[in-house]
């Protein structure tokens, strides 16, 4: 998928390279910006991702155009994480709250 390229700008190439709007991969390049190779790349994903470019009315979801989830670790912060944080940096340790004054000296 091309990088940085909003939801809009997809949905503007999946739309104008659509059979129904009769434009070529070069001339969507042109009016995107976007190079011919990721005019392609953003129109090949969205059929595999269930675009019909034959239904009429054309139907554009954004299931059709996101981004696919990104491999990796799962991040470690959870809500309960947070909060644990947010609560030592809030009060001292006899529990009381500090004052910006302390917390601007720790940093």
Do not use: H
């Not at 709007?21 to 910006?33: F, L, M, R, Y």
Request: aromatic letters at 4%; proline letters at 7%; one cysteine or more.
């Amino acid at each position: 998928m091309a990088p940085n390229t909003d939801i809009a700008t997809r949905a503007l190439v999946v739309s104008l390279k659509a059979p129904c709007s009769g434009k070529t991969s070069p001339e969507v390049a042109e009016i995107s910006g976007l190079s011919i190779r990721q005019v392609d790349r953003i129109y090949a994903r969205a059929i595999e991702n269930g675009f019909d470019p034959n239904a009429r009315p054309l139907i554009l979801k954004d299931e059709y155009l996101r981004d696919r989830p990104r491999s990796g670790r799962p991040a470690k912060a959870t809500e309960e994480n947070k909060e644990l944080v947010i609560s030592k940096v809030q009060r001292d340790r006899f529990g009381r709250e500090k004052t910006c004054a302390d917390l601007c000296w720790r940093a």
